[in-house]
């Protein structure tokens, strides 16, 4: 069975500090995708970040990174420079590359304190 | 613009009622999904679609049905059978059948309240 667990159920950081949100995931496949996913207060799920399971570098996007460490399952979420903006929940999910489902995390509600 | 689209919004409906959420989306995406958001908690698939009349359960498909009649509309119906209807419904789309990468993109949601 898949499985997404994030640990973290909220966090704070101040504003312009970097903050790490944590993603573990279990899986017997070989090839799969993770991906992460910012939720505001609206409800819109926006994509930040992709990662896959063969790709030798750390995936980056602007201010967002992903610390992907394959023997750990591990694919943490890195914002660096926080910004009120920020605030709102964070998904980690993951997709096999052999089907068409995501299963995702229950979330992290990320707070940026000015 | 490309997009999904999730109507209505926010959605009111008497205990006993079926009710039947839209998704639209035009990006020429094989795959649709349907999950459920409940306060403070993550996604949960309900069903999902990787072509054209053909759709399978996902976690938690009991008291509700979909259809795939056409590649951009997935339609969701919360039937009177579900005990606890009220929630966030988030419908999302991704492309690509097998060995695809792509993200799933999703709609604005539709907030279902059961009065």
């Known amino acids: 069975a898949q499985k997404i667990t994030q640990t973290q159920p909220g966090m704070f950081v101040q504003e312009k500090e970097a903050v790490t949100l944590d993603c573990t995931y279990d899986?017997?496949?070989?090839?799969?995708?993770l991906f992460w996913y910012k939720q505001p207060s609206s409800g819109e799920m926006i994509f930040l970040i992709y990662?896959?399971?063969?790709?030798?570098q750390n995936a980056t996007e602007g201010r967002y990174s992903l610390n992907f460490q394959k023997a750990r399952k591990s694919a943490n979420l890195v914002i660096s420079a926080s910004q009120l903006g920020d605030s709102a929940m964070y998904f980690c999910?993951?997709?096999?590359?052999?089907?068409?489902?995501?299963?995702f995390g229950t979330g992290t509600s990320l707070t940026v304190i000015p | 613009d490309g997009g999904i689209t999730q109507s209505p919004k926010y959605l009111f409906r008497k205990e006993g009622q079926n009710v039947t959420l839209s998704c639209e989306q035009n990006?020429?995406?094989?795959?649709m999904y349907w999950y459920r958001q409940d306060p403070g908690q993550g996604l949960r698939l309900i069903y999902y679609?990787?072509?054209?009349?053909?759709?399978q359960k996902g976690d938690i498909a009991e008291g509700y049905s979909v259809s795939r009649e056409k590649k951009e509309s997935f339609p969701l119906t919360v039937t009177s059978a579900q005990k606890n209807p009220t929630a966030f419904y988030l419908c999302?789309?991704?492309?690509?059948?097998?060995?695809?990468?792509?993200?799933?993109?999703f709609g604005p949601g539709t907030r279902l309240t059961v009065l």
């Open positions: 679609s990787q072509i054209v009349n053909d759709f």
């Open positions: 899986t017997s496949d070989p090839s799969y995708g």
């Open positions: 999910a993951m997709r096999r590359l052999t089907g068409n489902q995501f299963y």
């Open positions: 999302a789309s991704s492309s690509g059948y097998v060995y695809s990468n792509n993200e799933q993109f």
């Open positions: 990662q896959g399971s063969y790709d030798q």
């Open positions: 990006l020429n995406h094989d795959a």
